[in-house]
């Protein structure tokens, strides 16, 4: 792993826009400000890879500056609590257990978002709210696990043999 403060830095900026483009690949939800995206899948990767600090970062800061980006500017404090803390427990928990862990995250993404949907827009957008958010974390879900050991493999092995 990479050894040097700069090299850290770096690195968290480089997963910070990941993720921020990968949420910024959206699908809008006709009738509401909500939108399908996805970033699940690269904060599910972070966090999975390199711990809950990198996810709780690479998950909040980006997927809040896609909010901004995107135009949703009310959304994104939310986003930055709801998915740094998304991040942070899939890194906690998904070392040992990945699945355990992407599926803790997700109960965490999916509580928070349809509650904030509920208050912001009526409870009718919870359903909504709740179904884009099941399926985007499925997907993100299955493309994490899908990728998790090429990439660790990557990551890990590159490092090694520089040490």
Known sequence: MIKTHAGEVALKGLLIAAVTLAT?????????RLYFNFGEGV???VALL???????????????????????PLWAPFTLLIKGT?????GLLGREHPVLGIAAGAAIMIAGYSTVA?????????????ATDVVQCGIG?????????????????ASESKN
């Open 43 to 45: 904060i599910y990767l």
């Open 141 to 157: 879900a299955a493309a994490a696990l899908a990728a998790r050991p090429v990439l660790r493999k990557a990551l890990f092995s």
């Open 118 to 130: 509920g208050i912001l827009y009526g409870w009718p957008a919870v359903p909504v709210e709740a």
């Open 24 to 32: 910024m690949l959206s699908i809008p939800v006709p009738g509401f």
């Open 86 to 90: 998304e991040g942070y427990v899939v």
């Open 50 to 72: 390199l711990g809950p600090v990198w996810g709780a970062a690479a998950g909040g800061i980006g997927a809040s500056l896609a909010d901004l980006l995107l135009g949703y």
